[in-house]
């Protein structure tokens, strides 16, 4: 998002987050942790600026998941029954979703980044982000063995407005459950009825981006509250395990880029992987650039049809979809920074916890908004339903903006990608008809 006049506001999230780490550092070192100077100053005005920014992202959680879902879903819905091309984009969707998330766990688990901080330091910021029984709290509930038949009927919500108020707290599944089967109808019923529906989920979905809009207003002296706040608390080893995290985002997200992408273009598209890259580069460096997939639509529509001459029905159905529906950079994202976060703060997650991160991932795909900072209300929900306390984004909020920037072009590039195989797939299929015919 650029700022009509000035420093854009990407930089000024880079300063404010310099700034926080290199001032909180510096009081870290002179005053120590112990000082109840310092303490005062963390704990009340610079907390007070965090928290107010990470409450203006939360307060539109809700109303921004169950929009994006519902339209998401209802487009897919209504592409089904255009044909074969709906099915073809979906499949590939979350082929390629499962793929980027399992790339995901399968890092974290092996490299382990959030290991290796000193249980005191451990201690110190769990309670620093959460009252500690609360933590203590949802880590048994999270241990309490149900049947299978239990789990799966509490997707099913009794009642989504009861859900939607406690999404915080573990209450988005079935509030994702509800707006999957409101969008599935939704695509069902006749269009005079499904149109004001479908006007005002648009409305309200435009409205909750704004939301995020207004708050990434605050972001740097709200990223700089943050950083200074987690640096002052714990100098810096923290800072070291949260670089070994963010090289492991960009490694994870390009060996999706680089190695599945190129993989799917050769077999499926038929096409030469470096020659499809050299093609869309302007589409990737816009990515790059604006942090947002709705941002770069424009340009990955012309480039689809101009650089690659893909048919302009199919490319523009796909990406418009692809946009919102298909972020494979951001569930991989995901993935690896709830994974990451709960061996953090020392929560042991089960193989079905890891299914639980798995599938709300791939969902979160779906369900992200195509915005600077669109995967962080879904990252609150999926560490309360892990029992993380939602509060510890702080933590790696300050770095977001370059794993941002890195994940947007994942997301683009996926879009195309499904594109051109879809293309491929019909012309062959086109030509399968021509000669049954
Ligand atoms: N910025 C991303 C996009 O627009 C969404 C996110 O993961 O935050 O694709």
Same mark, same amino acid.
């Given at each position: 998002m650029q700022e009509r006049r000035g420093t854009p506001l990407h930089t000024k999230i880079l300063i404010g987050l310099i700034l926080g780490a290199v001032l909180g550092l510096l009081a870290q070192s002179t005053l120590g942790t112990g000082n109840e100077t310092l303490k005062w100053w963390v704990d009340n005005p610079l907390n007070f600026v965090g928290m107010l920014f990470l409450r203006m992202i939360f307060m539109i959680v809700v109303p921004l998941l169950v929009s994006a879902l519902i339209l998401g879903v209802a487009d897919i819905g209504d592409a089904r029954k255009v044909g074969r091309v709906g099915v073809r984009s979906l499949v590939m969707t979350l082929l390629l979703s499962g793929i980027a998330v399992m790339i995901a766990v399968t890092a974290v688990n092996l490299i382990r980044p959030g290991e290796g901080l000193a249980p005191e330091q451990r201690e110190r910021l769990v309670a620093s982000y959460s009252k500690k029984e609360d933590a203590e709290k949802k880590v #048994?509930?999270?241990?309490?063995?149900?049947?299978?038949?239990?789990?799966?009927? @509490?997707?099913?919500?009794?009642?989504?407005?009861? @859900?939607?108020?406690?999404? !915080?707290?573990?209450?988005?599944?079935?509030?994702?459950?509800?707006? %999957?089967?409101?969008? !599935?109808?939704?695509?069902?019923?006749?269009?005079?009825?499904? %149109?004001?529906? $479908?006007? +005002?989920?648009?409305?309200?979905?435009?409205?909750?981006? $704004?939301?995020?809009?207004? #708050?990434?207003?605050?972001?740097?002296?709200?990223? +700089? #509250?943050?950083?200074? $706040?987690?640096?002052?608390?714990?100098?810096?080893?923290? %800072?070291l395990a949260l670089g070994r995290y963010a090289a492991l985002v960009i490694v994870c997200l390009a060996l999706h880029q680089f190695v599945t992408y190129s993989v799917v273009i050769k077999l499926i598209a038929k096409m030469n992987p470096l020659d499809f890259f050299r093609r869309i580069r302007t589409v990737m460096l816009t990515a790059f650039a604006t942090s947002s997939s709705n941002a770069t639509l424009p340009e990955a529509l012309r480039s689809a049809r101009e650089d690659l001459g893909l048919p302009r029905d199919i490319s523009s159905f796909v990406l418009t979809v692809g946009a919102t529906a298909n972020q494979n950079g951001t569930a991989l994202f995901e993935g690896v920074t709830v994974l990451f976060l709960a061996q953090f703060f020392g929560i042991p997650l089960t193989v079905a916890d890891q299914f639980t991160v798995v599938f709300l991932s791939i969902l979160a795909g779906v369900g992200t908004a195509g915005v600077p900072g669109g995967s962080w209300p879904m990252i609150a929900i999926l560490l309360a339903k892990v029992g993380v306390p939602p509060t510890a984004i702080g933590l790696v909020l300050g770095i977001d903006r370059i794993l941002d920037m890195s994940r947007t072009v994942l997301n683009v590039t996926g879009d195309i990608t499904i594109a051109a195989c879809v293309s491929k797939m019909e012309e062959r299929s086109g030509l399968r008809d021509a000669e049954g015919a």
């Amino acid at each position: 998002m650029q700022e009509r006049r000035g420093t854009p506001l990407h930089t000024k999230i880079l300063i404010g987050l310099i700034l926080g780490a290199v001032l909180g550092l510096l009081a870290q070192s002179t005053l120590g942790t112990g000082n109840e100077t310092l303490k005062w100053w963390v704990d009340n005005p610079l907390n007070f600026v965090g928290m107010l920014f990470l409450r203006m992202i939360f307060m539109i959680v809700v109303p921004l998941l169950v929009s994006a879902l519902i339209l998401g879903v209802a487009d897919i819905g209504d592409a089904r029954k255009v044909g074969r091309v709906g099915v073809r984009s979906l499949v590939m969707t979350l082929l390629l979703s499962g793929i980027a998330v399992m790339i995901a766990v399968t890092a974290v688990n092996l490299i382990r980044p959030g290991e290796g901080l000193a249980p005191e330091q451990r201690e110190r910021l769990v309670a620093s982000y959460s009252k500690k029984e609360d933590a203590e709290k949802k880590v #048994a509930q999270s241990k309490e063995a149900k049947s299978a038949w239990d789990t799966i009927l @509490e997707f099913v919500p009794q009642n989504p407005v009861q @859900e939607a108020a406690r999404a !915080l707290e573990g209450g988005l599944i079935p509030l994702m459950v509800f707006a %999957l089967i409101f969008g !599935l109808a939704l695509s069902a019923v006749a269009p005079e009825k499904a %149109l004001p529906i $479908k006007e +005002f989920m648009e409305g309200l979905f435009a409205v909750s981006q $704004k939301v995020i809009e207004f #708050a990434m207003k605050l972001a740097p002296i709200g990223v +700089f #509250a943050l950083v200074f $706040k987690t640096t002052a608390l714990l100098g810096l080893d923290a %800072l070291l395990a949260l670089g070994r995290y963010a090289a492991l985002v960009i490694v994870c997200l390009a060996l999706h880029q680089f190695v599945t992408y190129s993989v799917v273009i050769k077999l499926i598209a038929k096409m030469n992987p470096l020659d499809f890259f050299r093609r869309i580069r302007t589409v990737m460096l816009t990515a790059f650039a604006t942090s947002s997939s709705n941002a770069t639509l424009p340009e990955a529509l012309r480039s689809a049809r101009e650089d690659l001459g893909l048919p302009r029905d199919i490319s523009s159905f796909v990406l418009t979809v692809g946009a919102t529906a298909n972020q494979n950079g951001t569930a991989l994202f995901e993935g690896v920074t709830v994974l990451f976060l709960a061996q953090f703060f020392g929560i042991p997650l089960t193989v079905a916890d890891q299914f639980t991160v798995v599938f709300l991932s791939i969902l979160a795909g779906v369900g992200t908004a195509g915005v600077p900072g669109g995967s962080w209300p879904m990252i609150a929900i999926l560490l309360a339903k892990v029992g993380v306390p939602p509060t510890a984004i702080g933590l790696v909020l300050g770095i977001d903006r370059i794993l941002d920037m890195s994940r947007t072009v994942l997301n683009v590039t996926g879009d195309i990608t499904i594109a051109a195989c879809v293309s491929k797939m019909e012309e062959r299929s086109g030509l399968r008809d021509a000669e049954g015919a």
